[in-house]
């Protein structure tokens, strides 16, 4: 093996290593804003207002939509 031999499996391992780890992200973010969005109001994914920033920044229950639920927990 040449001294490029092995650096293909370790860029792929790296990879799928990052994607993984973006694909991990993306569904606890999905999750979240489904969370958030669904105490704002249950029908959130068809009314348009529900997604207004300044609408948003309302508290919710007492509490700010960020800080609804503390902090998120990736598994």
């Not at 990052?18 to 991990?24: H, R």
């Not at 606890?28 to 300044?54: F, Q």
């Amino acid at each position: 093996m040449g001294p490029c031999g092995g650096s293909w499996s370790f860029d792929r391992s790296l990879r799928l290593l990052c994607l993984d780890a973006a694909e991990i992200i993306e569904v606890g973010v999905r999750t979240r804003l489904a969370y958030v969005l669904g105490r704002r109001d249950r029908m959130g994914h068809i009314h348009l207002e529900s997604l207004d920033g300044k609408k948003c920044a309302k508290n919710v229950h007492g509490r700010t939509a960020l800080s609804a639920g503390s902090k998120l927990t990736v598994i």
